[in-house]
Every structure is written in structure tokens, then in C-alpha cells.
């Protein structure tokens, strides 16, 4: 009998990488395709082994061409940290507007189903709390943080195009802040600067006067509520994220506490256009997915932990990037 097949754009990142693991277990024929710029392939070694697995590497802002029939297609393929804004700007905007516009072409031959992994930032610094899928959005076109914001919007614009205009079946998940394994030590984010400071005995940065809220999920929990958002027949956003919003001083100081860190915290100017609240409301995928997360922060940053411990020990020069969220 033969495999579904699912293509993974940024299949070596993060997020991605997570994603493959689940697709195998579901058994699918997994084809993994990233160009390395933020991803790793220590993310996906453990899967070269598995004959179902296929990994490529190529810039999905360019031609791309798989042969055979897919099922699926889930576009995670971009920088998605506040460091790689800064850092790849241009290639951000690119692969949010090239890179969709190249996905969905594939997805609309294949006749597969598309899921694109969209943002929480798409609401920018939100003048409604929590945020609802109804919600519009304050976002900064200009700023800093704008190639992001502005290229997950357009992705989502054009995908709801080709969903209205070319019947492509569409999905999009809108993420809220979620850490786990496989973050990387400089991806600027809280949870991999806090966690690698922690464990380097380092005072931990928090930016502004820390006061600023996130609401952080476990990547296992992020996961299943995309493989259910996927199997659903709904086509507009839908948030997936943990609604137990905190500070971010709280959220530094949970993580000394779960690291047994003696480690002070220091402060730093607050940068453009930071998000002083962030929180999802998760009305809609309780209702349409059944789904909410599980995983308690103490018990995720356990986990979590252990994966940073071989990171921070095997690379001793690396100093971790300033959090932000």
C-alpha cells in the first residue's frame, strides 16, 4: 500500500524538525526541504536512517520540483527569530512572499493540502488582549520587526487567494511563542538565551523592565494542534499557543528555579516595537480541534533543559544572543 507523503519546507528547523518526527510515527513518507540558513542538520540526522525520510537541501524561493504525488504540504520554511530579522531581513521577507507564492504553485498541482505556519507577530503590539483571530493587528510596516510581521501577513494573504482563487485546500496556524529541544543557542529568543545563560552561570538579560507578557508552549502541545488543525476542514487562522500568559521576569525567573541557577538577571533598553502583551485566545481550537495544551511550563522547561545541557557543554565558546520573545 502506498505511503502518504508530506513535504516539510524549513524540515530542519525547530518547528520542523518536530513536525517530521510526527509525520513518520503517523506513517507517512516525510520530505524534508530547507537551505540551511537558520536550520541544522543535527536537527534531522536521527531520521537518515528511516527510508521513509527524504531530506533536500534547496531555497524554496526559487524553482522547486518534487516528482510523485503529495498529500500534504506544510510551509515552515523561514527566520523566525527577532535576531534573524536584523540578520536576514531581506531573506525573510522573500521566503514569506517568493517562497509562498512558490509553495502554493506546488501544492496547487499536486492537488494536496497546504498548511501555512503563520505568526502570532502577524498581531504586532496588540491593542486588543487576549488576541482573537477576528483581530486586525497593530503591526509597524516599517520598523525593525516589520519584514516578519508584514511577510507572514502577505503569506497569509496569498494563501487565502489561492484558497478562494484556485481552490487550493488550505490551513493556517497562526504561533504563539513556543520553545522546546532543538532551539538554537543564538536564537535570540527568551527561552535559548535565558536557558543557556542559566546553565553558563551568566546573568540572565531581560530587555525593558521585564514587565512585558508572553504566554509560552510546549513544542509537543504546538504539534498536535497542528496535526489536528490540518486533519480539520477549516481554512481561515486559527491561534495554537498556551494562554498562561506571564512576564517576562517571571518567565526568567520560572527558568532559574528549573535550572538551579545561582544566576542574577540584568536589564536592557526595551527594542522597537517589542510586543508589550502577548497572548492567545484559543477559543476557536478548543471549539474546532478539541485542543489545548497540556504540558505545564515547569514540566516543559525540565524537558527542555536536558537537550540545552548537551548544547551549552559541547559548545563552550558560543555565547548566547540577549533574549527577547
Given at each position: 500500500?502506498?505511503?502518504?507523503?508530506?513535504?516539510?519546507?524549513?524540515?530542519?528547523?525547530?518547528?520542523?524538525?518536530?513536525?517530521?518526527?510526527?509525520?513518520?510515527?503517523?506513517?507517512?513518507?516525510?520530505?524534508?526541504?530547507?537551505?540551511?540558513?537558520?536550520?541544522?542538520?543535527?536537527?534531522?540526522?536521527?531520521?537518515?536512517?528511516?527510508k521513509l525520510f527524504h531530506f533536500e537541501h534547496r531555497d524554496v524561493t526559487e524553482?522547486?520540483?518534487?516528482?510523485?504525488?503529495?498529500?500534504?504540504?506544510?510551509?515552515?520554511?523561514?527566520p523566525a527569530s527577532?535576531?534573524?530579522y536584523l540578520e536576514l531581513p531581506i531573506q525573510t521577507l522573500k521566503v514569506g512572499s517568493l517562497g509562498t507564492h512558490k509553495v502554493l504553485g506546488l501544492a496547487r498541482e499536486k492537488r494536496c493540502r497546504f498548511l501555512l505556519a503563520s505568526t502570532s507577530e502577524c498581531y504586532g503590539?496588540?491593542?486588543?488582549?487576549?488576541?482573537?483571530?477576528?483581530?486586525?493587528?497593530?503591526?509597524?510596516?516599517?520598523?525593525?520587526?516589520?519584514?516578519?510581521?508584514?511577510?507572514k501577513r502577505f503569506a497569509e494573504a496569498m494563501t487565502m487567494a489561492y484558497h478562494r482563487f484556485h481552490g487550493v485546500d488550505t490551513r493556517i496556524v497562526r504561533i504563539f511563542n513556543t520553545y522546546g529541544p532543538r532551539?538554537?543557542?543564538?536564537?535570540?529568543?527568551?527561552?535559548?538565551?535565558?536557558?543557556?545563560?542559566?546553565?553558563?552561570?551568566?546573568?540572565?538579560?531581560v530587555f525593558g523592565d521585564g514587565s512585558q507578557t508572553r504566554s509560552f508552549c510546549y513544542v509537543d502541545d504546538l504539534v498536535e494542534g497542528?496535526?489536528?488543525l490540518l486533519g480539520s476542514g477549516e481554512h481561515l487562522p486559527v491561534n495554537i499557543g498556551n494562554p498562561n500568559e506571564m512576564t517576562i521576569l517571571q518567565f526568567a525567573q520560572a527558568v532559574?528555579?528549573?535550572?538551579?541557577?545561582?544566576?542574577?538577571?540584568?536589564?536592557?533598553?526595551?527594542?522597537?516595537?517589542?510586543?508589550?502583551?502577548?497572548?492567545p485566545d484559543i477559543t476557536k481550537a478548543k471549539k474546532l480541534l478539541g485542543w489545548e495544551p497540556k504540558v505545564r511550563l515547569a514540566e516543559g522547561l525540565e524537558r527542555t533543559m536536558a537537550y540545552f545541557q548537551k548544547r551549552v557543554a559541547s559548545n563552550p565558546e558560543a555565547k548566547p544572543a540577549a533574549g527577547r520573545a
Open positions: 500500500m502506498t505511503k502518504p507523503r508530506v513535504l516539510i519546507t524549513g524540515g530542519a528547523g525547530f518547528l520542523g524538525s518536530h513536525l517530521a518526527e510526527r509525520f513518520l510515527r503517523e506513517g507517512y513518507e516525510v520530505i524534508c526541504m530547507d537551505n540551511l540558513i537558520t536550520g541544522d542538520l543535527a536537527n534531522i540526522e536521527h531520521l537518515f536512517g528511516n524553482y522547486i520540483h518534487v516528482p510523485g504525488s503529495l498529500d500534504a504540504l506544510l510551509h515552515f520554511a523561514s527577532p535576531i534573524d503590539d496588540p491593542l486588543v488582549h487576549p488576541q482573537p483571530e477576528t483581530y486586525w493587528g497593530n503591526v509597524n510596516p516599517v520598523g525593525p520587526r516589520g519584514v516578519y510581521d508584514e511577510a532551539m538554537r543557542l543564538r536564537d535570540g529568543r527568551a527561552l535559548p538565551a535565558f536557558m543557556s545563560q542559566a546553565l553558563a552561570g551568566e546573568p540572565l538579560t497542528i496535526w489536528r532559574l528555579e528549573a535550572t538551579g541557577s545561582k544566576s542574577g538577571i540584568v536589564f536592557q533598553p526595551l527594542p522597537v516595537d517589542d510586543p508589550k502583551v502577548r497572548q
